[in-house]
Nanobody, 116 residues
Framework: QVQLVESGGGLVQPGGSLRLSCAAS????????MGWDRQAPGKQRELVAA???????KYVNSVKGRFTISRDNAKNTIYLEMNSLKPEDTAVYYC??????????WGQGTQVTVSS
């Protein structure tokens, strides 16, 4: 059974930083592409950042230069380092694990609120 557990969300002031973590279990972690989606109130869910099995990364334009995704295969964990946070980054952030051409699973989400 795939389990993805996010942590690290919270309330932060504009310009601040947060680090999200997603611990995976029940999968052969190194075989999965991983990433983060987010959904803000009243908006469609969007891909924020992704990292492939080989470590290639991609980002939505709005977070390029501010967010960094990384993975630690020894710990079955991915991270999202978020800097220079803006109010428009406020959303529920979901971790996902994707086995190419087969399945994708999501975690329960963690709330990030950027507000003064």
């Amino acid at each position: 059974q795939v389990q993805l557990v996010e942590s690290g969300g919270g309330l932060v002031q504009p310009g601040g930083s947060l680090r999200l973590s997603c611990a995976a279990s029940g999968i052969i972690f190194s075989a999965y592409d991983m990433g983060w989606d987010r959904q803000a109130p009243g908006k469609q869910r969007e891909l924020v950042a992704a990292i492939t099995r080989s470590g290639s990364t991609k980002y939505v334009n709005s977070v390029k230069g501010r967010f960094t995704i990384s993975r630690d295969n020894a710990k079955n964990t991915i991270y999202l380092e978020m800097n220079s946070l803006k109010p428009e980054d406020t959303a529920v952030y979901y971790c996902y694990a994707s086995l190419p051409m087969t399945r994708t699973d999501w975690g329960q989400g963690t709330q990030v609120t950027v507000s003064s």
